[in-house]
């Protein structure tokens, strides 16, 4: 049988054509979809994916029909579902609801047994898109089973999982599972801090998602799911030579804990606003002496400064004091002082700019902070013979 699409010239058609014949196909494939899904849970009452070598029904349509295992398990879920459903079948068949709905209705009878009742939710489902005919289910199904329901999510919290693992070149990769109020709470903290930082930031979303969880992990919270005064920079352990402090040629880099060595242009970031301790060896590598921990912008003066600034002064961020870092327009290593005509408040992803990313940071005569961009160098210029 040829099921191949029709060569029509889709550009030719109007508006209302397209639509039309975009209705029909989605209900078409609704009624095939109600088919598949009696085939499907006939063929899960046979053993012929026992026979073939697979461990379960799901496990053999996902393979040779070539789609998800959660397809394949909503296919046999509807199936199974459906001399419960007959009022649903028809309100799909007439193309008054799609296959979706049916799919949402049939997990809630499996849910909630003897419980479940058609005719209270198939308005619901007339009514409402899938997505929120599926939160409509939720309630309905809490009001059913509460201790079903609560049940469940204690088992979703109990699956809570976060894979870390590291690559060679000391990328840290996670994945993970978190159950509905694990999620919210990671959400509402990422979802602040990754918005876009202005009309420069070009970023992704997932890439803002990074930063904001690279940035929420820098700080620690006193209370509640936002940034709050008070909070305290998280303590990272840096190991440097001076030399790699000072940047010069040649120097080693940096050994942090729990990664691989950094940069010294990192060092010197996390340098700007950090506590300090001097621990000099000697030559057999005895510690001879340690120094006290200095922070070195600590007091009236981190006072002065976000009284200040008061905000990243990076134009258009609007990130709070208490979320960002000191940051030396001359930095200490070279001489700079905590001065504060020396000193800006900057966010994590601006201070990283400033330092790794190559923007400069200047104050002009009126006290406003103009950023430049890092310089395009074309390469060396080749010059022809004489």
């Known amino acids: ?51 073939d070598g697979f461990i379960s029904p799901i496990d053999w349509i996902r393979f040779n029909c070539h789609v998800t295992s959660g397809a394949a398990a909503n296919s046999i879920a509807v199936g199974e579902a459906m001399h419960r459903m007959p009022e649903t ?7 008054e609801i799609g296959f979706a709905h049916m799919t949402v209705m049939a997990r809630i009878a499996e849910a ?9 939710l198939i308005e619901k489902a007339r009514a409402n898109s899938p997505g929120k005919f599926h939160y409509i289910c939720t309630h309905y199904r809490h009001a059913a089973d509460p201790t079903g329901y609560a049940e469940e999510q204690a088992e979703l ?27 919210a709470v990671l959400l509402t903290a990422l979802k602040p801090l990754a918005r876009k930082s202005g009309a420069h930031d070009d970023r992704d979303l997932e890439h803002r998602m990074g930063d904001a969880a690279v940035e929420l992990a820098m700080h620690s919270l006193d209370a509640g799911l936002i940034p709050q005064r008070g909070s305290q920079r998280t303590h990272l352990m840096v190991t440097a030579t001076l030399e790699t402090l000072q940047g010069l040629p040649g120097a080693a880099a940096a050994d942090m804990e729990l990664s691989l060595p950094i940069s010294s242009k990192t060092v010197e970031r ?5 506590s300090i301790t001097r621990i000099i060896l000697g030559s057999d590598s005895m510690v001879i002496d340690v120094g006290r921990a200095k922070r070195t912008i600590q007091g009236p003066a981190r006072k002065a400064l976000n009284v200040r600034d008061e905000h990243c002064i990076w134009t258009g961020c609007e990130r709070p004091a208490s979320w960002c870092s000191g940051h030396h327009l001359v930095h200490w290593l070279h001489g700079g002082t905590n001065e504060a005509p020396n000193l800006a408040l900057l966010c994590t992803r601006h201070h990283w700019m400033v330092h ?27 010059r022809g013979p004489d």
Not at 157 to 183: A, C, H, I, Y
């Open 1 to 51: 049988m040829d099921t191949a699409p029709p060569t029509v010239d889709l550009k030719q058609l109007y508006d209302s054509e397209i639509a039309e014949e975009l209705r029909r196909e989605y209900h078409a494939r609704d009624l095939r979809d109600l088919y598949i899904a009696q085939l499907a849970a006939e063929f899960a009452t046979r053993e012929k994916y026992d026979d």
């Open 89 to 95: 079948s028809r309100a799909v068949a007439e193309g």
């Open 112 to 120: 909630i047994g003897d419980r479940f009742d058609e005719k209270v």
């Open 157 to 183: 919290v109990e699956n809570r999982r976060l894979k870390v693992s590291t690559w060679m070149d000391g990328t840290v990769l996670l994945s993970g599972q978190f159950d509905p109020e694990g999620g």
């Open 270 to 274: 996390l340098a700007c606003d950090a």
């Open 356 to 382: 790794e990313g190559g923007w400069q940071l200047v104050r002009g005569e009126d006290g406003r902070f103009l950023t430049i961009p890092p310089t395009i160098s074309f390469g060396p210029a080749v």
